[in-house]
């Protein structure tokens, strides 16, 4: 069990420039889930996927967003002209559903994003 | 889904003192409640989670929560403090979608 990854760790960009983070799920996990983190806040969910079909979104996710699971394993989220208020930590997490609203999300690291 | 809301942003104890984070939900539906801890520089790991098989859980590293619905709390308490708890702290609650509705943390320091 090699856990959840997210590539890179780190992103510098300037306002204005696209950016994409990839988050690879711990594998048989089907679903994933997406979340911010900024400074002094609990995370937020964005989004999340039940293998390739992205099943929710939330009102936080502008236009400027978008996220894919094109063949149900490893994901990609991309931010398009990028704000400096787009700076945060961005969160993947990944779970095997049974259905149960219990089941455990397992959390990546991170991706921390810097807008200058 | 779940609203939680968590009652101080920081708590400082004594290593070797009981440690007490307070959770407060609010739901018209049975609650789906989870407690996560973030060390500096590491991923968010789950320390347990309410399944409602029981109203007192155990999780890991000695950390345990109780269930009240009377008083709509599920705070995490550990009879002693180590010095290697110091992190921060999130109660989470859950929906039908397992979207996880974070607090909005609490740092817990431990003082020697």
Known sequence: DTGVS????????????NVTFRCDPISEHNRLYWYRQTLGQGPEFLTYFQN???????????????????????????????EQGDSAMYLCASSRTSGNPTDTQYFGPGTRLTVL | AQSVTQLGSHVS???????????NYSSSVPPYLFWYVQYPNQGLQLLLKYTSAATLVKGING???EFKKSETSFH?????????????????????????????????AVQP
Do not use: W
């Not at chain 1, 997210?6 to 420039?17: A, D, F, L, V, W």
């Not at chain 2, 110091?86 to 996880?100: I, Q």
């Open chain 2, 63 to 65: 950390f345990e929560a």
């Open chain 1, 52 to 82: 390739e079909a992205q099943l929710e979104k939330s009102r936080l996710l502008s236009d400027r967003f978008s996220a894919e699971r094109p063949k149900g394993s490893f994901s990609t989220l991309e931010i398009q002209r990028t």
């Open chain 2, 76 to 108: 995490l308490t550990k009879p002693s403090a180590h010095m290697s708890d110091a992190a921060e702290y999130f109660c989470v609650g859950g929906g039908a979608t397992n979207k996880l509705i974070f607090g909005t943390g609490t740092l817990l």
């Open chain 2, 13 to 23: 104890v004594s290593e070797g003192a009981l440690v007490l984070l307070r959770c």
């Open chain 1, 6 to 17: 997210q590539n890179p760790r780190h992103k510098i960009t300037k306002r204005g420039q």
